[in-house]
Protein backbone atom coordinates (compact mmCIF):
# COMPACT_ATOMS: atom_id res chain seq x y z
CA UNK A 1 0.00 0.00 0.00
CA UNK A 2 1.12 3.90 -0.46
CA UNK A 3 0.16 6.91 1.71
CA UNK A 4 -0.01 10.06 -0.28
CA UNK A 5 -0.99 12.79 2.18
CA UNK A 6 -2.37 16.34 0.69
CA UNK A 7 -3.47 19.86 1.85
CA UNK A 8 -5.56 21.88 -0.33
CA UNK A 9 -7.12 25.23 0.66
CA UNK A 10 -11.02 25.43 1.05
CA UNK A 11 -13.14 28.06 2.87
CA UNK A 12 -11.95 31.25 3.75
CA UNK A 13 -8.75 29.68 2.61
CA UNK A 14 -8.24 27.09 5.11
CA UNK A 15 -6.40 24.25 4.65
CA UNK A 16 -8.30 20.78 4.55
CA UNK A 17 -5.37 17.92 5.18
CA UNK A 18 -6.55 15.03 2.94
CA UNK A 19 -4.72 11.38 2.53
CA UNK A 20 -5.36 8.82 -0.36
CA UNK A 21 -4.17 4.91 0.69
CA UNK A 22 -3.75 3.10 -3.04
CA UNK A 23 -2.76 -0.35 -3.96
CA UNK A 24 0.90 -0.98 -5.55
CA UNK A 25 -1.52 -2.16 -8.46
CA UNK A 26 -3.66 0.55 -10.23
CA UNK A 27 -7.15 -0.02 -9.06
CA UNK A 28 -10.46 1.65 -10.44
CA UNK A 29 -12.69 1.45 -6.73
CA UNK A 30 -12.23 4.16 -4.48
CA UNK A 31 -13.92 4.49 -1.21
CA UNK A 32 -14.54 7.83 0.65
CA UNK A 33 -14.61 8.64 4.11
CA UNK A 34 -16.43 11.38 5.63
CA UNK A 35 -15.87 11.49 9.54
CA UNK A 36 -17.50 13.93 12.27
CA UNK A 37 -16.50 16.83 13.52
CA UNK A 38 -14.80 15.55 16.23
CA UNK A 39 -14.97 10.81 15.32
CA UNK A 40 -11.74 11.20 12.92
CA UNK A 41 -10.64 8.59 10.38
CA UNK A 42 -8.93 7.09 12.70
CA UNK A 43 -11.35 6.33 15.55
CA UNK A 44 -12.63 2.38 15.23
CA UNK A 45 -15.53 2.93 12.64
CA UNK A 46 -13.40 4.20 10.29
CA UNK A 47 -9.92 2.27 10.82
CA UNK A 48 -11.51 -1.04 10.53
CA UNK A 49 -13.75 0.31 7.19
CA UNK A 50 -10.60 1.02 5.84
CA UNK A 51 -9.11 -2.03 6.43
CA UNK A 52 -12.16 -3.44 4.83
CA UNK A 53 -12.44 -1.56 1.39
CA UNK A 54 -8.62 -1.84 1.14
CA UNK A 55 -9.20 -5.88 1.42
CA UNK A 56 -11.68 -5.58 -0.90
CA UNK A 57 -9.56 -3.96 -3.62
CA UNK A 58 -10.63 -0.39 -2.93
CA UNK A 59 -8.18 2.57 -2.27
CA UNK A 60 -9.31 4.44 0.28
CA UNK A 61 -9.78 8.57 0.49
CA UNK A 62 -9.93 10.21 4.04
CA UNK A 63 -10.95 14.02 3.87
CA UNK A 64 -9.47 14.58 7.34
CA UNK A 65 -11.14 18.32 8.16
CA UNK A 66 -10.25 19.94 11.50
CA UNK A 67 -13.31 21.56 12.64
CA UNK A 68 -12.55 21.50 16.40
CA UNK A 69 -9.62 23.51 15.38
CA UNK A 70 -9.74 27.55 16.54
CA UNK A 71 -10.07 28.48 13.06
CA UNK A 72 -13.45 27.24 13.12
CA UNK A 73 -14.68 28.51 16.56
CA UNK A 74 -16.73 31.21 15.73
CA UNK A 75 -18.77 29.14 13.04
CA UNK A 76 -22.85 28.70 13.97
CA UNK A 77 -23.87 25.45 11.94
CA UNK A 78 -24.98 26.93 9.05
CA UNK A 79 -21.50 28.07 8.02
CA UNK A 80 -19.99 25.03 8.94
CA UNK A 81 -22.54 23.14 6.80
CA UNK A 82 -21.15 25.59 3.87
CA UNK A 83 -17.77 24.96 4.47
CA UNK A 84 -17.75 21.10 4.71
CA UNK A 85 -19.92 21.04 1.66
CA UNK A 86 -17.58 23.36 -0.09
CA UNK A 87 -14.24 21.79 1.24
CA UNK A 88 -15.32 17.70 0.23
CA UNK A 89 -16.36 18.93 -3.34
CA UNK A 90 -12.74 20.60 -3.67
CA UNK A 91 -10.71 16.97 -2.68
CA UNK A 92 -13.15 15.25 -4.31
CA UNK A 93 -12.86 17.16 -7.42
CA UNK A 94 -8.93 17.25 -7.05
CA UNK A 95 -8.31 13.19 -6.92
CA UNK A 96 -11.10 12.37 -8.89
CA UNK A 97 -9.61 14.31 -11.90
CA UNK A 98 -7.62 12.05 -13.56
CA UNK A 99 -10.82 9.77 -14.47
CA UNK A 100 -8.95 6.84 -12.71
CA UNK A 101 -12.00 5.41 -10.83
CA UNK A 102 -15.16 3.80 -11.55
CA UNK A 103 -16.88 2.77 -8.93
CA UNK A 104 -17.42 4.36 -5.65
CA UNK A 105 -18.25 3.47 -1.84
CA UNK A 106 -19.09 6.75 0.49
CA UNK A 107 -18.67 6.36 4.32
CA UNK A 108 -20.23 9.18 6.08
CA UNK A 109 -20.60 9.91 9.80
CA UNK A 110 -22.29 12.66 11.74
CA UNK A 111 -21.58 15.85 10.55
CA UNK A 112 -19.91 14.63 7.64
CA UNK A 113 -23.45 13.08 6.24
CA UNK A 114 -24.28 16.83 5.46
CA UNK A 115 -21.28 17.01 2.33
CA UNK A 116 -22.73 13.47 1.85
CA UNK A 117 -25.90 14.81 0.94
CA UNK A 118 -24.59 16.98 -1.68
CA UNK A 119 -22.06 14.52 -3.26
CA UNK A 120 -24.82 12.22 -4.00
CA UNK A 121 -26.09 14.86 -6.67
CA UNK A 122 -22.94 14.19 -8.11
CA UNK A 123 -22.87 12.13 -11.45
CA UNK A 124 -20.09 10.14 -10.84
CA UNK A 125 -21.89 8.61 -7.68
CA UNK A 126 -24.94 7.25 -9.12
CA UNK A 127 -24.63 3.78 -8.39
CA UNK A 128 -22.21 4.15 -5.02
CA UNK A 129 -22.86 2.19 -1.96
CA UNK A 130 -23.54 4.49 0.88
CA UNK A 131 -23.31 3.90 4.61
CA UNK A 132 -24.58 6.30 6.82
CA UNK A 133 -23.33 6.10 10.03
CA UNK A 134 -24.77 8.35 12.88
CA UNK A 135 -26.69 10.40 10.59
CA UNK A 136 -27.61 14.01 11.47
CA UNK A 137 -31.64 12.82 10.65
CA UNK A 138 -32.81 15.55 13.52
CA UNK A 139 -31.87 17.68 9.93
CA UNK A 140 -34.17 18.20 6.72
CA UNK A 141 -31.58 18.03 4.60
CA UNK A 142 -30.07 14.60 5.30
CA UNK A 143 -33.45 12.87 6.61
CA UNK A 144 -35.05 14.32 2.99
CA UNK A 145 -31.95 12.60 0.98
CA UNK A 146 -32.15 9.54 2.63
CA UNK A 147 -35.39 8.76 2.10
CA UNK A 148 -35.24 10.03 -1.25
CA UNK A 149 -31.78 8.61 -2.53
CA UNK A 150 -31.90 5.93 -4.77
CA UNK A 151 -28.27 4.48 -3.76
CA UNK A 152 -28.00 1.42 -2.14
CA UNK A 153 -27.71 2.30 1.20
CA UNK A 154 -26.66 0.78 4.64
CA UNK A 155 -27.48 3.12 7.82
CA UNK A 156 -26.52 3.21 11.69
CA UNK A 157 -27.79 4.97 14.74
CA UNK A 158 -28.28 4.18 18.24
CA UNK A 159 -31.39 5.10 20.32
CA UNK A 160 -29.32 7.09 22.88
CA UNK A 161 -28.09 8.95 20.19
CA UNK A 162 -28.73 12.81 19.99
CA UNK A 163 -30.02 12.85 16.66
CA UNK A 164 -32.67 9.98 16.65
CA UNK A 165 -36.02 10.40 16.84
CA UNK A 166 -38.58 7.56 16.75
CA UNK A 167 -40.58 9.39 14.27
CA UNK A 168 -37.94 10.70 11.79
CA UNK A 169 -36.26 7.06 12.24
CA UNK A 170 -39.42 5.43 11.12
CA UNK A 171 -39.76 7.39 7.88
CA UNK A 172 -36.13 5.70 6.87
CA UNK A 173 -38.47 2.62 6.04
CA UNK A 174 -39.63 4.32 3.20
CA UNK A 175 -36.67 3.79 1.09
CA UNK A 176 -36.75 0.35 -0.30
CA UNK A 177 -32.65 0.83 -1.21
CA UNK A 178 -31.75 1.58 2.28
CA UNK A 179 -31.48 -0.70 4.97
CA UNK A 180 -30.99 1.10 8.48
CA UNK A 181 -30.36 -0.33 11.75
CA UNK A 182 -30.93 0.70 15.43
CA UNK A 183 -28.81 -0.30 17.73
CA UNK A 184 -30.75 -0.19 21.43
CA UNK A 185 -28.76 1.86 24.27
CA UNK A 186 -25.74 2.97 22.24
CA UNK A 187 -25.10 6.74 21.69
CA UNK A 188 -23.80 9.13 19.26
CA UNK A 189 -19.99 7.15 19.07
CA UNK A 190 -21.88 4.30 18.99
CA UNK A 191 -20.51 2.87 21.89
CA UNK A 192 -22.69 1.84 24.96
CA UNK A 193 -21.17 4.46 27.95
CA UNK A 194 -19.21 2.96 30.50
CA UNK A 195 -19.46 -0.34 28.96
CA UNK A 196 -16.37 -0.60 26.80
CA UNK A 197 -16.67 -5.06 26.10
CA UNK A 198 -20.48 -4.56 24.53
CA UNK A 199 -19.14 -1.39 22.68
CA UNK A 200 -16.75 -3.57 21.29
CA UNK A 201 -19.57 -6.37 20.37
CA UNK A 202 -21.36 -3.82 18.59
CA UNK A 203 -18.46 -2.18 16.20
CA UNK A 204 -17.87 -6.22 15.19
CA UNK A 205 -21.61 -6.52 14.23
CA UNK A 206 -21.36 -3.26 12.45
CA UNK A 207 -18.32 -4.11 10.42
CA UNK A 208 -19.67 -7.78 9.40
CA UNK A 209 -22.38 -5.51 8.15
CA UNK A 210 -20.29 -3.20 6.61
CA UNK A 211 -18.33 -6.24 4.51
CA UNK A 212 -21.26 -7.83 3.51
CA UNK A 213 -22.65 -4.52 2.32
Given at each position: ?25 Q ?20 H ?40 V ?19 A ?14 A ?13 I ?14 K ?31 P ?16 D ?12
Open positions: MNMQKETIKGYKNLDIPYSLITHEESNKLAIFLPGAGYTTQRPLFYTEEIMLIQGFDVLNINYRYNDSDYDNFDMDELSTAIKLERIVIDEVLKNGVYKEFYLVKSLGTIALCTELERAFKDAKVVWLTPLHRDDVLDKMVRSTNGLSFIGDNDYCYSEERYKLLAENPHLVSRLINVDHSMEYKGDPFKSIALKTIMEEINQF
